[in-house]
């Protein structure tokens, strides 16, 4: 049976790789999320943004004692530390990449992909417009503390903390997957982008503030985008598959390359 249901499921997947549907939208998740990456880039030559830090550090639940005990608290539970550690670095473009997968390709629904693009787009837009008018550092920064992060490289920047771009995204994404929580994988989808404030918080990545305005963000982000469609141009169906899966090879061929010089490129 175990045999049986695998084939079925690769047999499906198979189908919706045939499908222009489900292609159309792939390619229009690789445009968003590349083209992020592609601000990533380009932000540190427009940038003009405002240092708005030293306002965020009068608040509370943001001294060195809190930042610190909270990390220390974390670390003195390795197998929490280890999770916390393990969610944080697949939250964000793991979790984008499962949850497209699940979503259009494995579950074929083509109403939760839409909003879920749409989602994603504005969750984009609004803090990459955020960020370049005013930001503020990471608490590890802030406080110069020894934690593994991505921002040494140009997968992302230092300064893309408030609201965090990573809290809204898993939010957005349990949004989205709240429509699948009687399936397993959409349980263990939803527990894992669930992790994700807690991960960043508890390894001095993000503020809570950060974590707050992320949720409040994507919760603004999912009621303005339910029930959005995607209509496609009649000429995408009547486009050959084979074609449509060659375009859709040459973006991921040309998307992974940018994304492993961007982790792989340190910063000067």
């Not at 473009?93 to 909003?115: C, G, M, P, Q, R």
């Not at 879920?116 to 417009?129: H, K, N, P, W």
């Not at 008018?133 to 040494?152: C, E, I, N, Q, T």
């Not at 957005?172 to 994700?196: D, F, M, P, Q, Y």
Request: charged fraction near 15%.
């Amino acid at each position: 049976m175990k045999g049986a249901g695998l084939k079925d499921s690769l047999n499906s997947v198979a189908e919706s790789l045939r499908d222009n549907n489900v292609l159309a939208r792939l390619d229009g998740f690789l445009i968003l999320y590349f083209g992020w990456l592609l601000f990533t880039f380009l932000y540190p030559f427009i940038n003009e943004s405002r240092d708005v830090t030293s306002y965020l550090l009068r608040l509370p639940f943001t001294s060195r004692q809190f930042v610190v005990s909270t990390l220390e608290l974390a670390k003195s539970i390795l197998p929490f530390y280890y999770l916390m550690k393990a969610v944080y670095f697949i939250g964000f473009s793991s979790s984008i990449a499962l949850t497209v997968f699940f979503v259009l390709i494995y579950w074929k629904d083509l109403s939760s992909a839409d909003e879920l693009m749409a989602r994603y787009f504005l969750s984009y837009l609004l803090c990459g417009i955020t960020y370049i008018f005013f930001h503020v550092h990471a608490p590890h920064d802030v406080y110069k503390l020894d934690v593994v992060s991505p921002s040494a490289t140009y997968l992302t920047q230092a300064e893309f903390v408030l609201p965090s771009l990573h809290n809204t995204i898993a939010a957005v994404n349990v949004i989205t997957l709240w429509n699948h929580r009687e399936k397993t994988w959409g349980k263990v989808l939803i527990a894992l982008n669930s992790l994700v404030p807690f991960s960043t918080i508890f390894l001095a990545h993000h503020w809570v503030y950060d974590a707050i305005s992320g949720l409040v963000l994507a919760s603004v982000i999912g009621k303005a985008t339910e029930g959005h469609r995607i209509e496609l141009p009649e000429i995408l169906h009547r486009v050959d598959p084979a074609r449509m899966q060659a375009i859709t090879l040459a973006g991921f061929a040309l998307g992974g390359s940018l994304l492993l010089i961007a982790i792989a490129l340190p910063k000067p």
